[in-house]
């Protein structure tokens, strides 16, 4: 199947930094990608849409500004967490939407760990 | 926001055995899917079923969908010790483009 790469894997920051993380669809072009984020022994909780070429569509409670999107490629939307703090820390999973089929492929996630 | 519960949360059987993992969901959908995924991984898709099938085979997977009830079961059969994973239910329904999951269950087979 389709494949979509996360990086990193893993990241650990201090308190207020910026991190960015980037989902890329390896061999096929993404309109739509999306970002969820999981807590331990949790489900996925949709944060936010990311079109190529307009902006992100943000799931009600997400903070706009603290998770920034961009989907400036068919192939490529990063996800930026702006000024971290700790409870900021989580899994966060992309996902990628093939064309045709529109069926979706999750990269293998990012584990944020903020000190 | 999760579209509905998965039951049980937790599950521990022995190898060899049958697992049975349910799900519900509150809207009416266009098809239910399962995933699996490892510990600190990501999604792994496993079968999708539409809203007008009311089973589906895939090796060792048994899924059925009963929309009336608006719940699904996921079976696995003659578990393996490799089968050890969290397993999500997943919907997609209307004009909406993303998957909305359901809360998981853990499944342990113990070898």
């Known amino acids: 199947g389709a494949v979509v790469s996360q990086h990193p894997s893993r990241v650990i920051c201090k308190s207020g930094t910026s991190v960015k993380i980037e989902c890329r669809s390896l061999?096929?072009?993404?309109?739509?990608m999306f970002w969820y984020r999981q807590f331990p022994k949790q489900s996925l909780m949709l944060m936010a849409t990311?079109?190529?070429?307009?902006?992100?569509?943000?799931e009600q409670g997400v903070e706009k500004d603290k998770f920034l999107i961009n989907h400036a490629s068919l192939t490529l939307s990063t996800l930026t967490v702006t000024s971290a703090h700790p409870e900021d820390s989580s899994f966060y999973i992309c996902?990628?939407?093939?064309?045709?089929?529109?069926?979706?492929?999750f990269g293998e996630g990012s584990r944020l760990t903020v000190l | 926001s999760q579209q509905g519960e998965e039951d049980p949360q937790a599950l521990s059987i022995q190898e060899g055995e049958n697992a049975t993992m349910n799900c519900s969901y509150k809207?009416?959908?266009?098809?239910l899917q399962w995933y699996r995924q490892n510990s600190g991984r990501g999604l792994v898709h496993l079968i999708l079923?539409?809203?007008?099938?009311r089973e589906k085979h895939s090796g060792r997977l048994r899924v059925t969908l009963d929309t009336s009830k608006k719940s699904s079961s996921l079976l696995i059969t003659a578990s393996r010790a490799a089968d050890t994973a969290s397993y999500f239910c997943?919907?997609?329904?209307?004009?909406?483009?993303?998957?909305?999951f359901g809360s998981g269950t853990q499944l342990t087979v113990l070898p």
């Open positions: 996902s990628a939407r093939t064309p045709g089929t529109g069926e979706l492929f």
């Open positions: 061999d096929f072009q993404a309109t739509t």
């Open positions: 990311s079109n190529e070429g307009s902006k992100a569509t943000y």
């Open positions: 809207t009416s959908i266009n098809n």
């Open positions: 079923i539409r809203s007008n099938e």
């Open positions: 997943a919907t997609a329904s209307g004009s909406a483009r993303q998957l909305t």
